[in-house]
């Protein structure tokens, strides 16, 4: 529903409104939108151990606040690093396992259903 | 008392205090004593718009990722706080009132509040006549309020669908109203249908009003939340049998506060009314339905 009055021709038209934060889309700072594009998931690990990456964690802060958050950000900054490599460590053999494990459904899928196989290699 | 002295030595009086939209006020600047090196005195007709906003980090850096789970709960660093509250002026008309030589003595302007003016509340828009006197002192920056209120006749209405807000859909809760505007301090009658689309377990029902700000700023980040109210939670019957093919009517009586903000769009911020109806069942793994119904609240008497 919605409430809007009838409009007048005498008289001055509406200010514009802003968008809301739905409207608006993803408030994330320029690298983690750089880093979220990529479509790999090797990229988007590389892209977010970069030191623009993690700087930008304290973007939007006002300032001295995002000074001092980009200082504690540079001092944890090898465990952000080696965090991302535990992922990836984790990542890369449970994904390798997994594609072994399901090699045959693949094969089912190529066979039987090639439109929805496509789709699902598709990113 | 030169230095310490904050008062302006100018008031804005506006009458009449109360207006409805399309209604013309007229303010009234007068001076205790003639304001000298004066460059130019401008009176701007508008809003003081009250909307939350974001002022800290992005809303969705990665950083911030496991914020809201569970294990963070009672922990530091989440993102409570992020969000405040904060004004802004949104100016519709501006005249420049006329000086002398350098001075400036009083003077007047008149108005006419238009047909898309939000009404006046403490969640939305303070309207209000502001003077600023620029000269070569210290600035003048006074203001004189009065109120718009919204009557029926303002708003021209269309009705939207009811939302399920929680629930599978099970039961169809469906509210049912006589009309879709309400004024403040009006008891609202109407009722509320629970159609069963198969046998489920017996049911409790409630109802209640409730009102949302959403935050839509020009310029700042705007907030997730933009606040809002809800009132008393009026519980309509227990163990309401809910059988496959035999709908339930019950009637209800919700009385809307007599100070409720009336629905409006600001600027940066609006208000919109909702009758929220809330159905827990009895089973507990059958869950709870929750719906809701927009209205619109007006307040001029």
Redesign the interface.
Known sequence: MTAVPPLDPNEPPPPARGLTSDERGRDVSAAQAEAEAETSTGMKMLKSMSPRFVLSQAEGYPVVIKQFLQFCLILIYPAWVFGILVMAAVYYPCYAVLWVLFWPVRAWMKKNRPEEYAASQKK | MGLFNRSTGVQVSVTPEVVR??NTVRAIVTTDKTIDKVSSVSLEWGYTNFYRY??????????GAMNDSWLMMDQVGTDAGSEKDTDDW?G??KVDLPIGVNEFTGGSSSF?V???APGSSEALARWSARVTVARGGRDIDVRGDFTVVIGPD???????PQQRTAGDGDTVIEIVLPS?VFRAGETISGSVVLTPRKDMSDAELAIYWCWNR??????R????GGGGKSGQTIKLGKGIPLRDGTPVTLPFEVPLPGDAPP??????S?LTWHLEASMMYSKWTQGIEKVRR?I?VVNAP
Do not use: C, N
């Open positions: 939209p399309r974001r002022w800290a980090g992005r809303a969705d850096a990665a950083a949104v519709v008309t006419t238009p047909s898309w303002d708003l021209e209405v269309t009705d939207a879709l959403s935050s839509h700023p020009l310029v980040t705007p907030a997730a629905t409006g769009e600001a600027v940066h609006s927009q619109v």
